[in-house]
């Protein structure tokens, strides 16, 4: 496949490969935005993925790409199965399907979904440059937002996810300027303030750092190659026994273990759990005709479409207890998958079986060996007969001492293996009962692999669902904040923070009640102080200040005084209460009204 491909994009990009791996465009299309000489090769890769849509993963495995990706039709060579001919897998809300022969052509390949890094948006609410306050890094790190006695740690102070400090890293560097989006943030805030949320901020207390996994999970089961247990178990249907048996060494690499798993079943129980409790609290706190933001629609419509994906993966895959070992292999719950709960059972019988047998040869030996060894360690020596080994090398294990008894009273076996410490016999039927377990377990690991096959693919084609929710725990985390600031009044100096209000320069007839018209900006602050000197000063210590620029006050103003004096401070206040404002926090002020700014 990798051939192919690559030999349609030297035919139809006219990419010549050089040394190096470097490609130069062979065109005479003088607008064509790569037409340059020594392309390097991101920008090959960049052509490759937008002329055929498809992204190469780990290990060299590709995958086409979906058209929900954003990505322009293209066709692909004949050779490969088109998008339309390898369906997703389905799976019922409750119960995963049974995992079992399936063609090659039905085996969905595991690969890399479209990542989106933690922190950066994906849906939601839109946040580009032309819509949000420009910031350079002057502006940031003279206003100290995130170094020193920063904003944003005076803020992550009450945030209590990772996701929730990484939302408020993004919304500091870009404030919004659309007042309707401010506002929906606002009345989100209002929302949370005015409801009972304790269920939600302890369920955010137990919720590991998921978004940051969720990307390493990608990578983990994008390379665990699991995808030819479902070739191996049609193989097997169809007749071929000793398939179970064959290359058992390399089976042995594949059987998956708890950690290879354990990070992926921790992002899936976490999202259905805060899925589940923002469903609940959503449910229980608003009426269904009752008029909210928008924002809270949508973060539940997230939480929906999240619960529905990881309900079926949760009920297939348990998390990893404090005693299991990485090293272990994974142990689905039973009742769910009838297949493995099957192959499982067979397991069993042939371990049951196989411990039956060798007892009994094991009580042979010992009652032989018995009377035919002399001296005080004739105890000490038969408690070192058992059975020992693994699959077809399963066999008696002895001491030396017992040699000579063991020629006498089984000398139709011979030592299989010698070594000073041991002697170890094979017996006929306790050999078969080790390749039938082999054989057993074989199966089982096929079984296991093809289900968990199921269940990986569904996360990598849920992966942008998923992420979208983990963004929207973010914003959750970050509100929530926004509410216990406001809440949080006897803490701050004068009446604490409130919510701003915002003009409009344009003389339009607004749609929120907090909307005013105005043909000038305005920046309004009465009694403002700076929330960053609570991290030396005490609330009494703080001087308010009032400013009023625009509107009725002029336009500017000169502020003058002594070294030290707080003239700084006055300018800091305004800055830091506009960036408040437009990024849908409250500001530290008894009243505010605001403009926003675009820099």
Not at 115 to 123: D, I, L
Not at 321 to 347: E, F, K, M
Not at 388 to 393: L, M, Q, V
Request: glycine content about 8%; hydrophobic content about 40%; some cysteine.
């Amino acid at each position: 496949g990798m051939e192919a491909l690559a030999r349609k994009m030297v035919a139809e990009s006219s990419i010549v490969f050089g040394a190096g791996g470097r490609g130069v465009l062979d065109s005479n299309d003088t607008n064509d935005p790569y037409r340059e000489v020594g392309v390097g090769a991101v920008v090959v890769a960049l052509r490759f993925m937008r002329d055929t849509r498809v992204m190469v993963g780990m290990a060299g495995r590709m995958r086409v790409l979906g058209m929900d990706m954003g990505v322009g039709e293209a066709s692909l060579p004949s050779s490969s199965p088109s998008p339309s001919s390898v369906p997703p897998p389905t799976m019922p809300p409750t119960m995963p399907p049974t995992p079992g022969p399936r063609s090659s052509m039905g085996a969905t390949p595991l690969a890399m979904p479209s990542m989106v890094s933690p922190g950066k948006t994906n849906g939601g609410e839109r946040e580009g440059v032309a819509s949000c306050m420009a910031l350079n890094g002057s502006t940031l790190r003279h206003l100290e937002i995130f170094e020193g006695a920063s904003l944003h740690g005076f803020l992550c102070s009450y945030v209590s996810t990772a996701m929730g400090r990484r939302t408020l890293t993004r919304w500091l560097r870009r404030p919004l300027l659309d007042v309707d989006e401010i506002e929906r943030r606002l009345d989100v805030v209002d929302a949370l303030r005015s409801r009972p949320a304790r269920v939600l901020e302890e369920a955010l207390v137990r919720l590991h750092d998921i978004e940051k996994k969720m990307p390493v999970v990608a990578q983990q089961l994008s390379t665990l190659n699991l995808e030819d247990a479902n070739e191996s178990l049609m193989t097997l249907a169809a007749g071929a026994a000793d398939v179970a048996v064959a290359d058992a060494d390399h089976s042995r690499e594949r059987i998956v273990t708890w950690g290879q798993v354990k990070n992926f079943a921790c992002v899936v129980h976490d999202v259905l759990f805060f899925a589940k409790e923002y469903i609940a609290w959503f449910s229980t706190s608003f009426a269904a005709s009752e008029d909210l933001s928008p924002v809270l629609h949508r973060i539940h419509d997230n939480a929906v479409a999240a619960h529905d994906v990881c309900l079926p993966i949760v009920g297939s895959i348990p998390l990893a207890s404090a005693s299991s070992n990485d090293a272990d292999p994974l142990v689905l719950p039973t009742g769910v998958w009838a297949s493995i709960d099957q192959r499982r059972a067979a397991v069993e019988a042939c371990e049951a079986e196989l411990a039956s047998h060798g007892e009994r040869l094991v009580g042979m030996v010992v009652n032989t060996c018995r009377g035919n060894i002399a001296g005080k360690t004739t105890n000490s020596t038969l408690r070192k007969i058992h059975v020992a080994g693994s699959d077809e090398a399963v066999g008696i294990r002895c001491p030396p001492a017992v040699e000579g008894a063991m020629a006498q009273g089984f000398p139709q076996w011979a030592p299989a293996e010698r070594s000073r410490s041991a002697l170890v016999y094979k017996e006929v039927r306790l050999t078969e009962l080790g390749a039938e377990l082999a054989a057993a377990q074989r199966v089982y690991n096929l079984e296991v692999n093809a289900a968990m096959s199921v269940l990986f693919n569904l996360y990598l084609d849920e992966y942008g669902t998923m992420l979208r929710f983990c963004q929207s725990i973010g914003e959750v985390d970050a509100l929530m904040a926004f509410a216990k600031l406001g809440d949080d009044a006897g803490s701050f100096p004068g009446g604490g923070l409130t919510r701003p209000r915002f003009d409009r320069l344009s003389t339009a007839p607004s749609t929120h009640s907090s909307f005013s018209s105005q043909r000038g900006p305005r920046l309004y602050l009465h009694e403002a102080w700076n929330p960053q000197l609570l991290t030396h000063a005490k609330p009494a210590d703080i001087v308010s200040n009032t400013i009023s620029v625009g509107g009725s006050s002029p336009n500017s103003a000169i502020i003058s005084g002594a070294n030290s004096g707080g003239k700084t401070s006055v300018l800091k206040t305004a800055a830091i209460a506009t960036i408040m404002a437009q990024i849908g926090c409250f500001v530290p002020c008894n009243e505010g009204r605001i403009t926003p700014v675009n820099r």
